[in-house]
Each structure stands twice: as C-alpha cells, then as structure tokens.
C-alpha cells in the first residue's frame, strides 16, 4: 500500500501545527508550504517555501491531489493557479481568522 500524500498550507501556524501532528499521526506523507523558512528533519514532512508567484512545479515532482488549508481564507486566492498544476482534486480549507481592516472591535 502506498502512502497518501497531502498538501497543507499555513503549516507553520498553530493550527496548522495540531494539523500535521494529526495527518503524520494518520500516516500520511505531508508536504507542507509555508511562507516561514522551516528546517526539519522528519521523513515523513516535506517542507517548501510558498510563494504566490511560485506556481510551477518540476517535471520529476510528483501530484498532490488532496489538500488542507489554514492559511488565512482571503490569502487562498493567490495560491489557486499552484494548486491547480500540482493536480489538486481535493481541498479542506478552515479558517477562523478575520480581516483586521475589516473587523471592528
């Protein structure tokens, strides 16, 4: 049986931290993208810089087709066209996070 790969934007926040815990506790292989440079040693999670202009993956990269998203909801736009050349069939997206300009307290 081959491992399930998932893709997880906003992986370096907290949610994003109780995320991985629970898809590497899953056995999936993760791949993550964060702004934030991250070093890890894990062979389970691959980590990668997200970058919206990024959109290209290599030809030896392989597809990701199921995703999970908790990067913040209006920042999900910038990445469509990147999911869409990774071969995305499936997206889980949750966020609780308001815009600051928007929100009044």
Known sequence: MTQK????IG??????DCA????VGGSYRVVTFSRQPIINHTP???WRLLHPLAVKRSSS????????????IWALPEYFEMLETYGTR???T???TRDRKSTRL
Do not use: M, Q
């Open 5 to 8: 790969i998932v893709g997880l």
């Open 11 to 16: 992986a370096s926040s907290f949610v994003g």
């Open 20 to 23: 991985l815990s629970l898809l």
């Open 44 to 46: 389970t999670i691959e």
């Open 61 to 72: 990269d392989y597809e990701i087709k199921h995703w999970v998203c908790v990067a913040p």
């Open 90 to 92: 499936r997206l889980v």
């Open 94 to 96: 949750l966020s609780s």
